[in-house]
């Protein structure tokens, strides 16, 4: 493995504050084990990169460096998509099945991306190996700073397709506000429009995958929980197909840096206002 599994990134000592950003889609390495002789199609071996949120590690580079601690998962949600429930999959025969479950075995066409089915017995070693060990991390983390400060805030970070999200530019998912203190929300909201974009809570589609229905609850335990999804149309400066030959190649869009850094910008600001909101929300 290139990189450590799952990704941690901690904010210097004495600046924690109590939010942990997930970032759940960030991944675009395959498994170490997969080869391009194991697709179906050589060129299906780019699914890897186009399963992942567009450009959302370099829009969550930094929170660590502003208080927050991230987590993220080096591998295409392909393989494992840890905001799936863990077992969003069909299996025949002993043979997996899914198009957009916790793995990918068919394309929305219902095409194989493999040449071999994947086995029920592969399926369960790759939840231990990789989800598992997602979740169990995302409670240790949460557990610390629910420790050290009283309560804390889970943001599921992710950027969403342009034709799935349409014309909304960004999606605040609470599960119909069970996941989330309303006023946590509201400044949310009120910094992105404040910096020049459209919002909307709890759209059809996006309103908080399995990590925030799994730990939100901001009330029972005092961590909340909220999915922030950002429309990679305002990102994206390139068709998808030259997109995803340039990431593959590790280059970023030129065009597509400003906007890049404008998103940075809005959630550095976010995570500067939310401690005190925290705090006043659980103030004695």
């Given at each position: 493995?290139?990189?450590?599994?799952?990704?941690?990134?901690?904010?210097?000592?004495?600046?924690?504050?109590?939010?942990?950003?997930?970032?759940?889609?960030?991944?675009?390495?395959?498994?170490?084990?997969?080869?391009?002789?194991?697709?179906?199609?050589?060129?299906?071996?780019?699914?890897?990169?186009?399963?992942?949120?567009?450009?959302?590690?370099?829009?969550?580079?930094?929170?660590?460096?502003?208080?927050?601690?991230?987590?993220?998962?080096?591998?295409?949600?392909?393989?494992?998509?840890?905001?799936?429930?863990?077992?969003?999959?069909?299996?025949?025969?002993?043979?997996?099945?899914?198009?957009?479950?916790v793995v990918r075995t068919h394309t929305?066409?219902?095409?194989?991306?493999?040449?071999?089915?994947?086995?029920?017995?592969?399926?369960?070693?790759?939840?231990?190996?990789?989800?598992?060990?997602?979740?169990?991390?995302?409670?240790?983390?949460?557990?610390?700073?629910?420790?050290?400060?009283?309560?804390?805030?889970?943001?599921?970070?992710?950027?969403?397709?342009?034709?799935?999200?349409?014309?909304?530019?960004?999606?605040?998912?609470?599960?119909?506000?069970?996941?989330?203190?309303?006023?946590?929300?509201?400044?949310?909201?009120?910094?992105?429009?404040?910096?020049?974009?459209?919002?909307?809570?709890?759209?059809?589609?996006?309103?908080?995958?399995?990590?925030?229905?799994?730990?939100?609850?901001?009330?029972?335990?005092?961590?909340?929980?909220?999915?922030?999804?950002?429309n990679a149309s305002l990102l994206m400066?390139?068709s998808r197909e030259e997109f995803i030959?340039?990431?593959?190649?590790?280059?970023?869009?030129?065009?597509?840096?400003?906007?890049?850094?404008?998103?940075?910008?809005?959630?550095?600001?976010?995570?500067?206002?939310?401690?005190?909101?925290?705090?006043?929300?659980?103030?004695?």
């Open positions: 493995m290139e990189q450590p599994f799952p990704i941690v990134r901690r904010p210097a000592d004495g600046k924690r504050t109590p939010i942990l950003v997930s970032v759940p889609h960030y991944g675009t390495q395959p498994l170490p084990d997969i080869t391009r002789a194991d697709y179906s199609e050589p060129w299906f071996e780019t699914f890897a990169y186009g399963f992942a949120d567009t450009f959302v590690g370099e829009i969550y580079s930094d929170p660590h460096e502003h208080g927050a601690t991230v987590l993220a998962t080096p591998f295409s949600r392909m393989f494992v998509d840890v905001n799936r429930c863990c077992d969003d999959f069909e299996h025949h025969d002993g043979a997996v099945r899914s198009r957009r479950g929305m066409r219902d095409v194989a991306i493999f040449s071999r089915p994947l086995g029920l017995p592969d399926l369960e070693a790759r939840l231990c190996a990789l989800y598992d060990p997602y979740y169990a991390t995302l409670h240790e983390l949460l557990a610390g700073l629910h420790r050290t400060h009283g309560y804390a805030l889970l943001l599921d970070g992710h950027t969403g397709s342009p034709r799935r999200m349409k014309d909304h530019q960004v999606i605040i998912g609470t599960r119909h506000d069970a996941t989330c203190a309303p006023q946590i929300v509201v400044t949310v909201a009120e910094i992105f429009t404040r910096h020049g974009f459209e919002v909307h809570e709890n759209v059809s589609g996006y309103t908080g995958g399995n990590i925030v229905a799994t730990f939100g609850q901001p009330w029972t335990r005092r961590i909340h929980a909220l999915q922030l999804e950002i400066a390139t030959a340039l990431i593959s190649r590790g280059g970023i869009p030129e065009k597509a840096e400003a906007n890049i850094a404008r998103v940075r910008g809005c959630l550095q600001d976010v995570m500067a206002a939310l401690p005190p909101v925290l705090a006043t929300v659980h103030e004695p």
